[in-house]
């Protein structure tokens, strides 16, 4: 009974991501789909924060949706703020990890305001991740590099949207994202 315990006891360890895990994101866009002033061939450099919650639960075609909070900006003024973050291993495609955000501002185009989600999606050949658990090893996020995309989507309309083509990734307790000592891993360009 007691190793049963202890067995679970792991296992419920690394399937849900301790609360406080932070990690910090820099990264450029070149947008692939243009809104407003951005035109296909622009680069934008955004950034990214986000924290754990330790809460997480099963999402679709299994992904794990874990919820967190932070926030994620591209340019001098398009923001969102990050409610959860997706992962996804093991599928027979590509293994993904997606930074999501939800009613993003700043961009208005022909007088309407996008208010829509932000997402930043990594991918990568199956089986880089071990499981649908989010990485605090920044080598992990740095290895999604099948595919990287950025999305802004609004009520419906035309969406910004570009691939990522500079990633620098930090993760580690609050504090240390906070006090610039984590350990910080570029993504190969």
């Known amino acids: 009974m007691r190793i049963a315990f202890v067995m679970l006891a792991v296992m419920w360890a690394t399937t849900t991501p301790a609360a406080g895990l932070a ?7 070149t947008i692939t789909q243009g809104a407003g002033p951005f035109r296909p061939g622009d680069r934008l450099a955004g950034h990214a924060r986000f924290q754990t919650s330790g809460q997480s639960f099963p999402g679709e075609a299994g992904a794990r949706v874990h919820m967190a909070t932070g926030q994620m900006q591209l340019g001098d003024a398009i923001t969102a703020p990050i409610w959860a ?3 996804t291993a093991q599928n027979p495609v590509a293994d993904q990890l997606s930074l999501q955000a939800r009613d ?9 305001d996008y208010r829509g989600p932000m997402t930043l999606s990594l991918y990568a050949r199956p089986g880089t991740l071990g499981d649908a658990t989010i ?29 990522v083509t500079e990633l620098t990734v930090a993760c580690g307790p609050p504090e240390m994202i906070d006090s610039g ?9």
């Not at 993003?104 to 309407?112: F, H, M, P, T």
């Open 135 to 163: 990485p605090a090893d920044p080598g992990l996020w740095v290895a999604m590099d099948l595919r990287r995309s950025f999305a802004l989507h609004a009520y419906g309309y035309d969406r910004l949207a570009g691939d």
């Open 104 to 112: 993003a501002r700043g961009l208005s185009v022909a007088g309407i």
């Open 85 to 87: 973050v997706i992962a």
């Open 181 to 189: 000592d984590e350990t910080t891993y570029p993504a190969p360009q």
């Open 23 to 29: 990690c910090r994101f820099e990264f450029t866009v």
